[in-house]
């Protein structure tokens, strides 16, 4: 059994065009809030009940997605322009997010104290 695309297709893509690579990294966390359609429509009809604060591991995944997120199109997009080959985009936006997550996970509870402080501090003033 096989998977049913070819890899090196793919790589001869972004090779060939680098904004695929951008656009990728530009839109990614908007397709993955396709996913939340499901969470809605159980939650609607009662088979789902979500927490009422965001764990550990969620707010993990959330600073990964955004920090993520932004480091990624900066960089992709001037990595575009600067020529780099759409291999080695490739491969510095896997290393990025892997530093990133490795970054999120070590700090994980130190971050999420911070932003807890924080909205203790919006709290007292509104």
């Known amino acids: 059994m096989e998977l049913p695309f070819n890899i090196i297709d793919i790589l001869h893509s972004i090779e060939a065009e680098p904004g695929f690579l951008v656009a990728f990294a530009a839109f990614h966390p908007f397709a993955l809030l396709l996913l939340l359609i499901p969470l809605w429509i159980f939650k609607k009809i009662g088979v789902y009940k979500p927490a009422e604060e965001l764990g550990i591991f969620g707010f993990a995944v959330v600073c990964i997605m955004m920090v993520g997120w932004l480091m990624g199109f900066v960089s992709q997009i001037?990595?575009?322009?600067?020529?780099?080959?759409g291999i080695k985009m490739l491969m510095i936006y896997f290393a990025m997010y892997l530093c990133v997550t490795a970054c999120v996970i070590v700090n994980a509870n130190g971050l999420k104290k911070i932003y807890e402080k924080d909205q203790l501090k919006k709290k007292k003033v509104a």
């Open 78 to 85: 001037l990595l575009m322009f600067m020529g780099v080959s």
